[in-house]
T-cell receptor, first 117, second 112 residues
Framework: GAGVSQSPRYKVAKRGQDVALRCDPI?????LFWYQQALGQGPEFLTY????????KSGLPSDRFFAERPEGSVSTLKIQRTQQEDSAVYLC???????????????FGAGSRLTVL | SQQGEEDPQALSIQEGENATMNCSYK?????LQWYRQNSGRGLVHLIL?????REKHSGRLRVTLDTSKKSSSLLITASRAADTASYFC????????????FGQGTRLTINP
């Protein structure tokens, strides 16, 4: 596609519900990232995929957060038993580059805004 | 946790003036990038400067990097109302990590 597409754009969940957020990266982009952005803050890294392999999940705040990218393209971020502190914008980004010295310039989606009541 | 700190947190200037934002970071880097975010939107890449570069230009943007002070600055010249947005610096460490680590951002308001 022309850009990174995320859905839903807005999600309201009751505390305790499970949610799934979808990311369609740019076609052919190898790297995919998830970030969490609280209101008025900078994006915080959650997890990183290279193709279908989840190479870094050090930013996932708890075991309630799970991400997958089974075929190396579309990715889903799942949050189980949502809590109010999970309310944030979840940003997905993709990049064509890999390698330790590659300049990872990210293309971001518009984000999914999650509100937990 | 976030690597960088932007300064100031908020900046309000008149259209036509220059805007300068600063970013400090903690660990050694491979490169530093600046991104812009309009309200309710995703981030857009503006410019990248590598650790062995000291200055870079792109249109009305000028970025400097001082690795000895672990700091960078973004200058927007001849500001326009459309430049109103939040600006974030992001670093890639030189340890082979792929992730970008973002600062807290500077909220820039250009008054017409």
């Amino acid at each position: 596609g022309a850009g990174v597409s995320q859905s839903p754009r807005y999600k309201v969940a009751k505390r305790g519900q499970d949610v799934a957020l979808r990311c369609d990266p740019i076609s052919g982009h190898v790297s995919l990232f998830w970030y969490q952005q609280a209101l008025g803050q900078g994006p915080e890294f959650l997890t990183y995929f290279q193709n279908e392999a989840q190479l870094d999940k050090s930013g996932l705040p708890s075991d309630r957060f799970f991400a997958e990218r089974p075929e190396g393209s579309v990715s889903t971020l799942k949050i189980q038993r949502t809590q109010q502190e999970d309310s944030a914008v979840y940003l997905c980004a993709s990049s064509p580059r890999t390698g330790p010295t590659g300049a990872n310039v990210l293309t971001f989606g518009a984000g999914s805004r999650l509100t937990v009541l | 946790s976030q690597q960088g700190e932007e300064d100031p947190q908020a900046l309000s200037i008149q259209e036509g003036e220059n805007a300068t934002m600063n970013c400090s970071y903690k660990t050694s880097i491979n490169n530093l990038q600046w991104y812009r975010q309009n309200s309710g939107r995703g981030l857009v890449h503006l410019i990248l400067i590598r650790s062995n570069e000291r200055e870079k230009h792109s249109g009305r943007l000028r970025v400097t990097l001082d690795t000895s002070k672990k700091s960078s600055s973004l200058l927007i010249t001849a500001s326009r109302a459309a430049d109103t947005a939040s600006y974030f610096c992001a670093t890639v460490t030189d340890r082979g990590a792929q992730k970008l680590v973002f600062g807290q951002g500077t909220r820039l308001t250009i008054n017409p």
